[in-house]
């Protein structure tokens, strides 16, 4: 009998590991009596809003850029992004002393799009609902001999993304369960190959926006599906269709995929601020929107929950909040 080597292992995750040790936030995991209380578990909150850009995604953009060669990196890199790994690649690009060009939907959040300019990025817009943003980006690298590093789909950026979980548990020590947003799959891949060969009985479950649920469709129907552009708040899990990279790793290790609505996401994120006294993007509070109305399910007694974001300027914040339900 042969087998195949996974595309990601935990030996991946832990060199990403030793790639960004100095580099990117060793971020805090933070406890609440408070949350304990409504869920019925013990709940750590990897807080990666407190990451390099505000956002898990420097993590696997950088341990991508850290690779190229200096060739490479002489030409610059390309990316396709909404906004968080879009900062990530323009972060990652000035510290390593290269540039970026990003494409990005034109209707990306205001914050986001200013902040990777801010880095020294390039900024090429589309029109989500109508344009390819991997043709553009795909053509606009191969004109300008860049290297493209996209979002999710990469062993490299995977792994990098795994990182956060394999902080996690260092810290924690063993989880019962495991909960992350799914927006393309890196994220929630890279952190169940790391949580999965480090304890393989934990449960890791995804969560996706209800009118972004190509990740459920895809695992129920045993293949990828692909669903309109959604319109939801959480933009940055607004996907139309799983990575194939991703998807061969999430059907693979995930237990299952919980959907929460946008109010529900408006919910947690108000509770993340009055209660917890921190800010979390749209995309960032579906895992806890998941544990705080059950949707989860029955919860076993220790739980770690991915808090992937927190790239939601006030304007918007107090829009999304500032009405309670």
Avoid: W
């Amino acid at each position: 009998m042969t087998t195949t080597t996974p595309p990601v292992t935990l030996d991946d995750v832990r060199d990403a590991a030793a790639r960004l040790d100095g580099v990117a936030h060793r971020t805090p995991v933070l406890r609440s009596r408070t949350l304990d209380a409504l869920v019925g578990a013990e709940v750590f909150l990897k807080c990666e809003n407190f990451q390099r850009v505000g956002a898990f995604k420097f993590r696997g953009a950088y341990n991508a850029a850290s690779r190229l060669t200096p060739e490479q990196r002489a030409r610059g890199i390309a990316a396709y992004s909404s906004g968080n790994h879009a900062q990530a690649v323009a972060l990652a690009a000035r510290e390593l002393g290269t540039t970026a060009v990003i494409v990005m939907p034109e209707d990306a959040p205001p914050s986001k799009r200013e902040a990777t300019a801010a880095y020294g990025a390039e900024i090429v817009t589309y029109d989500r609902y109508g344009g390819d943003r991997v043709a553009i980006a795909e053509a606009l690298a191969a004109e300008r001999g860049l290297s493209l590093i996209p979002p999710y789909e990469h062993p490299h950026v995977i792994a990098g993304q795994g990182t956060a979980a394999l902080e996690l548990l260092e810290e924690t020590g063993e989880l019962d369960a495991l909960v992350a947003p799914v927006g393309g799959g890196g994220l929630i891949a890279g952190s169940a190959t790391a949580a999965k060969a480090l304890h393989p009985g934990i449960r890791v479950l995804g969560v996706e926006p209800e009118a972004g649920d190509d990740t459920k469709r895809s695992l129920e129907a045993g293949r990828r599906v692909t669903v309109p552009v959604p319109r939801t708040i959480a933009d940055g899990q607004a996907l139309h269709t799983p990575g194939e990279l991703t998807f061969s790793l999430n059907r693979r290790l995930l237990d299952g995929i919980v959907l929460v609505s946008d109010d529900e996401i408006r919910d947690a994120m108000r509770f993340a601020f009055e209660r917890l006294k921190i800010v979390v993007e749209p995309s960032g509070a579906t895992p806890l929107a998941a544990l705080l109305t059950g949707r989860a399910g029955r919860l076993p007694r220790r739980v770690g929950v991915i808090v992937s974001g927190g790239n939601v300027d006030a304007g918007r914040f107090a829009r999304l909040c500032g009405t309670a339900r």
